[in-house]
Nanobody, 128 residues
Framework: QVQLAESGGGLVQAGGSLRLSCLAS????????MGWFRQGPGKEREFVAA????????YYSDSVKDRFTISKDNAKNTVYLQMNSLKPEDTAVYYC?????????????????????WGQGTQVTVSS
């Protein structure tokens, strides 16, 4: 089992920044990827970003590319999501997720069904 705990959410004005953290504990694994998803009010869960645990390749949704940066610190078992130039439409609950398998096709990490463990989520609210 893997436990994931997000932190760093809060209220910020449009144009501001936040950094989310996701601490992983329990079973250790070196393959697969870590991802961030979000779910806004009345919306479906959507992919935000992912990072392969071994190679560090990163993937982003078009809506956050060039504004958000995902990174990892394997020694600390922590994944980060640096969010800059935040917009009101970024308001959502942000979830950290862990995918154990290593998928050859990177687009597989944009599908929430391919993740095995999820955190409880952290609220991000961007005011206009």
């Amino acid at each position: 089992q893997v436990q994931l705990a997000e932190s760093g959410g809060g209220l910020v004005q449009a144009g501001g920044s936040l950094r989310l953290s996701c601490l992983a504990s329990g079973r250790s694994f070196s393959s697969g990827a870590m991802g961030w998803f979000r779910q806004g009010p009345g919306k479906e869960r959507e992919f935000v970003a992912a990072i392969r645990r071994s190679a560090g390749n990163t993937y982003y949704s078009d809506s956050v590319k060039d504004r958000f940066t995902i990174s990892k610190d394997n020694a600390k078992n922590t994944v980060y999501l640096q969010m800059n130039s935040l917009k009101p439409e970024d308001t959502a609950v942000y979830y950290c997720a862990a995918s154990i398998p290593s998928y050859y096709v990177s687009s597989a990490y944009a599908r929430w069904e391919n993740y095995d463990y999820w955190g409880q989520g952290t609220q991000v609210t961007v005011s206009s």
